[in-house]
């Protein structure tokens, strides 16, 4: 009963076979075979070395994190500006201001060749004044000279003696005339350092909203709500040229996770193998011979995310484009285009770099991925099969058509021996 069970369903075999007395094989076939292996061969391996190939995958979401803080990495050359001039200073949309930046940031003098002064940074300048101060005697309250007094009624410092001045609304111009500038020999000191440059390195933290760094001469202060900055008198003093020609060395905004070493490594790889690993603003130089002159640099922050797949990291970062524009301040509100068109500026503006940044909604996700083994089994499957069936059709046409040139041949000879 099982075997005629079994024995009906050969009816279905849709592998038929031959037996060997059968069988014809030629050359053709078996160069068709040879070429049909390594065809196979070749195209298999080049499947697994794509399988086992990692691909980044890219896609946009829309950014849905809060209250994050961005650190801004810079490294920043101003050749022909004294470090004591240069004031950084960071303003947002939420209203916070960061005024003259000190922490995590070094000023590095640079003496007129650009070479690095020994020993010598910025902050060494106000140490000596804290030094001086704290000699004093107790109970020393020194002269604001008609400046507008801090709280304690007592200005001990050039320094304070100057913001007197600047919140009086007066220009401080003299300071050979103040004795406690004297004491500190301020300005000798600046005399000093009025052919050097600056080199300012290090690592801001902003809010995660629309806002601007800024490097301008002289430092500012917040009076009535408005920001009003002293500039030195002697910045547009032709004896004295200075102006904010700058190189950018470094200019990055980064993440919180770049801050661990293992994140910092997996980041700074997919960088690389993805192109991003410069920074739009890096290796930017700028010049220019006018001291009243401003330029502008425009950002558009773009969150990102590195997603490893052999480790698991997840990395957040920050990408950004940059667009810049360059104004001459002696001209005024009104100004001329290169073309010749004539146009008015909404405000005056100050000399210096302006970063102005803007924070795009949008997050750029990169993942890592890899092919799974069922894809790689099937695109095997399939390699194996069409590769067998196209060699087997020509090998049918190929053989098909000899045969049929063998019969036309041989007739063709048949008939003219009858003929003679």
């Not at 410069?278 to 001291?291: M, V």
């Amino acid at each position: 009963m099982a075997k005629g069970l079994f024995g009906s369903l050969k009816g279905v075999d849709a592998f038929g076979k031959t037996t060997e007395d059968v069988k014809v094989k030629t050359r053709t076939g078996a160069f068709l075979t040879i070429i049909s292996a390594a065809i196979i061969l070749s195209v298999t391996m080049i499947e697994f070395f794509d399988y086992r190939r990692l691909n980044v995958d890219t896609s946009i979401i829309v950014d849905k994190s809060r209250g994050e803080k961005l650190t801004v990495n810079l490294n920043i050359t101003f050749p022909r500006v004294p470090c004591y001039l240069v004031s950084v200073d960071v303003m947002d949309i939420s209203g916070e201001l960061q005024r003259d930046i000190s922490h995590n940031v070094l000023k590095s003098r640079l003496d007129s060749h650009g070479v690095l002064v020994p020993n010598f940074y910025s902050s060494e300048l106000r140490n000596d004044i804290d030094k001086m101060n704290d000699a004093k005697k107790d109970g020393y309250c020194g002269s604001c000279y008609g400046g507008l007094e801090p709280e304690s009624g007592c200005c001990n410092s050039c320094e304070e003696v100057r913001q007197s001045y600047i919140n009086r609304g007066w220009s401080f111009a003299n300071p050979d005339a103040i004795e406690q500038c004297k004491n500190e020999g301020w300005a000798d000191k600046l005399k000093e350092q009025a052919d050097e440059g600056c080199n300012i390195s290090g690592r801001i933290r902003v809010n995660k909203v629309i806002g601007n760094i800024h490097f301008s001469p002289g430092r500012s202060f917040q009076t009535n709500t408005r920001n009003l900055y002293e500039l030195v008198p002697y910045l547009r003093d032709n004896t004295n040229h200075h102006d904010f020609s700058h190189f950018i060395h470094n200019f990055a905004f980064e993440g919180d996770d770049e801050y661990d070493f293992l994140k910092a490594e997996a980041s700074k790889d997919m960088k690389k193998r993805m192109g991003l690993g410069a920074n739009p603003l890096d290796g930017t130089q700028l010049q220019t011979t006018k001291a009243q002159y401003m330029f502008q640099y425009f950002l558009k922050v773009v969150a990102t995310q590195f997603r490893t797949l052999n480790d698991g990291q997840v990395v957040n970062t920050h990408q950004y484009s940059a667009t810049h524009f360059e104004r001459d301040l002696s001209e005024g509100v009104n100004g001329e285009t290169p073309s010749g068109i004539h146009v008015q500026h909404g405000v005056s503006g100050l000399p210096g770099a302006f970063f102005n940044f803007e924070i795009s909604p949008i997050r750029v996700v990169h993942a890592e991925t890899r092919q799974s083994f069922a894809h790689f089994l099937t695109s095997t499957c399939a390699i194996v099969g069409g590769v067998l069936t196209v060699a087997s059709l020509l090998d049918s046409i190929l053989f098909a058509t000899g045969k049929a040139l063998k019969k036309s041949g041989g007739t063709a000879a048949g008939g003219y021996g009858k003929l003679m």
